[in-house]
Antibody, heavy 118, light 108 residues
Framework: EVQLVESGGGLVQPGGSLRLSCAAS????????MHWVRQVTGKGLEWVSA???????YYQGSVRGRFTISRDNGKSSLYLQMNSLRVGDTAVYYC????????????WGPGILVAVSS | ETVLTQSPGTLSLSPGERATLSCRAS???????LAWYQQKPGRAPRLLIY???SRATGIPDRFSGGGSGTEFTLTISRLEPEDFALYYC?????????FGQGTKVEIK
């Protein structure tokens, strides 16, 4: 079964750091571009970051310089290092797989909550 | 950034009725790069439609998509009880990727 599972979320104070992980299974992880998308409770979806198969990274403007995406193909895992966290970063973070040759996000993890509060 | 505006915000319909959801883009989006997702409370989004009109794996044919340029639509031909949910459009033509704010399809 194709699956993504996020971990590493939790409560952190403003200015703090957190590292999210996404474990992939059921497909050849190294062959797919991967993304992080977040959703504030009760609000819409916001694309955060992506890493392609060549390990080139892309970021949404509000997180650039604070968040770092990475991947370990040997462990079939995607990561998001989040530094200098702000209250506005509070959201459910989803890991998502990009369709090969398409671009839509065809597989999503269940999501993990990141809460930034003092 | 390409802003996607979905309308209506809420659609109140009965099972068996037809639902038509709209997504308007602030700049042109290639039909290759427009998708629709369904989301139910407490769940992750699920891909329904990609490349404007292609159904994702396992998606029933009552779901269809269309449009071009800046106007796109998702149609559910006959609403089933499990179709009452939130729907988002998504463009991945222009950077950064963006999503619409969502349309809630609720039971009338």
């Amino acid at each position: 079964e194709v699956q993504l599972v996020e971990s590493g979320g939790g409560l952190v104070q403003p200015g703090g750091s957190l590292r999210l992980s996404c474990a992939a299974s059921g497909f050849t992880f190294s062959s797919y571009d991967m993304h992080w998308v977040r959703q504030v409770t009760g609000k819409g979806l916001e694309w955060v970051s992506a890493m392609d198969t060549a390990s080139d990274s892309y970021y949404q403007g509000s997180v650039r310089g604070r968040f770092t995406i990475s991947r370990d193909n040997g462990k079939s895992s995607l990561y998001l290092q989040m530094n200098s966290l702000r209250v506005g970063d509070t959201a459910v973070y989803y890991c998502a797989r990009e369709q090969r040759g398409g671009g839509a996000l065809d597989i999503w993890g269940p999501g993990i909550l990141v809460a930034v509060s003092s | 950034e390409t802003v996607l505006t979905q309308s209506p915000g809420t659609l109140s319909l009965s099972p068996g009725e037809r639902a038509t959801l709209s997504c308007r883009a602030s700049q042109s989006v290639s039909t290759r790069y427009l998708a629709w997702y369904q989301q139910k409370p407490g769940r992750a989004p699920r891909l329904l439609i990609y490349a404007t009109s292609s159904r994702a794996t396992g998606i029933p044919d009552r779901f269809s998509g269309g449009g071009s340029g800046t106007e796109f639509t998702l149609t559910i031909s006959r609403l089933e009880p499990e179709d009452f949910a939130l729907y988002y459009c998504h463009q991945y033509n222009n950077s950064p990727r963006t999503f619409g704010q969502g349309t809630k399809v609720e039971i009338k």
